[in-house]
């Protein structure tokens, strides 16, 4: 047996050496201004690529794992998939007019897209490369804008306007299997941020005034994200651990009332209060990496900036495309993403290496039982 043991530690070594370990996952930077998508490796924080897609591509979601990148584009009425080991784009979709949110569903087999001017959601087989259902928001709803998906998958949430009074806006709940609407809750000047939490207990969503949270058990409004001010708040993310809210408000013009215009607001769940804010040039897309340390932002000057989640500063800063938007969960989240040591990315010699050596293990294993009886 001891043998076997030195043969398997030896394996583990070789196996180390050969293949190598899965890369830290991709941040998906869409920028609407240069057409093309800035792909950076969060463990060095570099542009790695940059993949040239449609016409102001705009919102973006990965698929579990990191394996795909879905991005809206929103000028051409298409959505670009790009894959995440050549980084390059491997499909065009046609979907609907103005294109905007996108968002994938957690078995990775589906990803849904909303139609800003087609007042409608695509729904995309992942497989297929194909659109395989379309679901009007008429006459309930207009402009669908932003979208997130359980995390169980049976649910659909969906920023939208109302067709009247002007401005207001519903948080649409569609049933996953059947694509029909379960729920309407009324929400006060919605933008197309929206986030959901681990649990799938809570939606966040951004807009005028603060935005808003959603308690999906419940199927209602239960507050305002950032209630001490009227931030106009464009996008929003959670930490994986679902303690801390990020929310983006990006001023339209002029000088902006401090503290929180210009800036990303920082919330804790539990109290529901600020714990701080982190001014930035026109602050657009958010989101967090699995282990909760950073926060990327997409801003202005056609930078992407890394915040430190302890010590709440900004550590790095990230040339990228112009203008970038990055509108959507451009990093892949903690619970779906393969850990180093789960999924290793084996070469060529490296699988010639293995299959050697479980025939000598195999051949081994054999004679010891036969030894023993």
Same mark, same amino acid.
């Given at each position: 047996?001891?043998?076997?043991? /030195?043969?398997?530690?030896?394996?583990?070594?070789?196996?180390?050496? $050969?293949?190598?370990?899965?890369?830290?996952?991709?941040?998906?930077?869409?920028?609407?201004?240069?057409?093309? @998508?800035?792909?950076?490796?969060i463990?060095?924080?570099?542009v790695v690529?940059?993949?040239?897609?449609? $016409?102001?591509?705009?919102?973006?979601?990965?698929?579990?794992?990191g394996?795909?990148?879905? +991005?809206?584009?929103?000028?051409?009425?298409?959505?670009?998939?790009i894959?995440? =080991?050549t980084l390059? !784009?491997?499909a065009?979709?046609?979907?609907?007019? /103005?294109?905007? %949110?996108?968002?994938?569903?957690?078995?990775?087999?589906r990803?849904?897209?909303?139609?800003?001017w087609?007042?409608?959601?695509?729904?995309?087989?992942?497989?297929?490369?194909?659109? @395989?259902? =379309?679901?009007?928001?008429?006459?309930?709803? /207009?402009?669908?804008?932003?979208? +997130?998906?359980h995390?169980?998958?049976?649910?659909l949430?969906?920023?939208?306007?109302?067709?009247?009074?002007?401005?207001?806006?519903w948080?649409? +709940?569609?049933?996953?299997?059947?694509?029909?609407?379960?729920?309407?809750?009324?929400?006060?000047?919605? #933008?197309?941020?929206?986030?959901?939490d681990?649990?799938?207990?809570?939606?966040?969503?951004?807009?005028?005034?603060g935005?808003?949270?959603?308690?999906?058990?419940?199927n209602r409004? *239960?507050?305002?994200?950032? &209630?001490? =001010?009227?931030?106009?708040?464009?996008?929003?993310?959670? #930490?994986?651990?679902g303690?801390?809210?990020?929310?983006? $408000?990006?001023?339209?013009?002029?000088?902006?009332?401090?503290?929180l215009?210009?800036a990303?607001?920082? @919330?804790?769940v539990?109290?529901?209060?600020? $714990?701080?804010?982190?001014?930035f #040039?026109?602050?657009? %897309?958010?989101?967090?990496n699995?282990?909760?340390?950073r926060v990327? @932002?997409?801003?202005?000057?056609?930078?992407?900036?890394?915040?430190d989640?302890?010590?709440?500063? +900004?550590v790095?800063?990230?040339?990228?495309?112009?203008? &970038?938007?990055?509108?959507?969960?451009f990093?892949?989240?903690?619970?779906? !993403?393969?850990?180093?040591?789960? *999924?290793p990315?084996?070469?060529?010699?490296?699988?010639?290496?293995?299959?050697i050596?479980?025939?000598?293990?195999?051949?081994?294993?054999?004679?010891?039982?036969?030894e #023993?009886?």
């Amino acid at each position: 047996m001891s043998s076997l043991l /030195r043969i398997l530690g030896t394996l583990g070594a070789g196996l180390a050496i $050969a293949c190598g370990v899965r890369a830290a996952p991709f941040a998906f930077i869409t920028n609407c201004g240069s057409n093309d @998508v800035s792909v950076i490796d969060i463990a060095t924080d570099r542009v790695v690529a940059t993949v040239p897609v449609g $016409a102001c591509p705009y919102g973006v979601a990965v698929s579990p794992g990191g394996a795909h990148a879905y +991005v809206t584009n929103r000028d051409d009425a298409s959505l670009s998939v790009i894959d995440g =080991t050549t980084l390059r !784009e491997s499909a065009r979709i046609p979907v609907g007019t /103005r294109p905007t %949110g996108v968002a994938v569903d957690p078995s990775g087999r589906r990803v849904y897209v909303a139609n800003l001017w087609s007042d409608s959601i695509s729904v995309i087989d992942t497989a297929a490369h194909a659109v @395989v259902a =379309t679901v009007s928001v008429a006459p309930v709803a /207009r402009y669908p804008a932003g979208l +997130v998906v359980h995390p169980d998958g049976s649910r659909l949430y969906v920023v939208a306007d109302m067709v009247t009074p002007s401005f207001a806006g519903w948080i649409l +709940v569609l049933d996953a299997r059947s694509l029909g609407i379960v729920a309407s809750i009324a929400v006060g000047y919605p #933008d197309a941020g929206i986030a959901i939490d681990a649990s799938g207990a809570r939606v966040y969503v951004s807009g005028l005034y603060g935005g808003s949270i959603i308690d999906t058990a419940a199927n209602r409004a *239960i507050g305002t994200l950032v &209630p001490t =001010t009227g931030a106009p708040l464009v996008a929003v993310a959670v #930490d994986p651990a679902g303690t801390t809210v990020y929310a983006s $408000a990006a001023y339209p013009g002029g000088p902006p009332p401090p503290p929180l215009f210009n800036a990303v607001t920082i @919330v804790n769940v539990a109290s529901g209060a600020v $714990a701080g804010s982190i001014p930035f #040039d026109s602050p657009r %897309g958010l989101a967090v990496n699995p282990s909760g340390t950073r926060v990327y @932002v997409a801003h202005g000057a056609n930078t992407v900036s890394v915040i430190d989640t302890a010590t709440r500063t +900004v550590v790095r800063t990230i040339a990228v495309g112009t203008w &970038p938007v990055a509108l959507g969960p451009f990093i892949p989240p903690a619970a779906l !993403e393969p850990r180093v040591a789960d *999924i290793p990315t084996l070469s060529p010699a490296a699988l010639i290496a293995l299959a050697i050596v479980a025939t000598i293990v195999g051949a081994r294993s054999l004679r010891w039982r036969r030894e #023993d009886t």
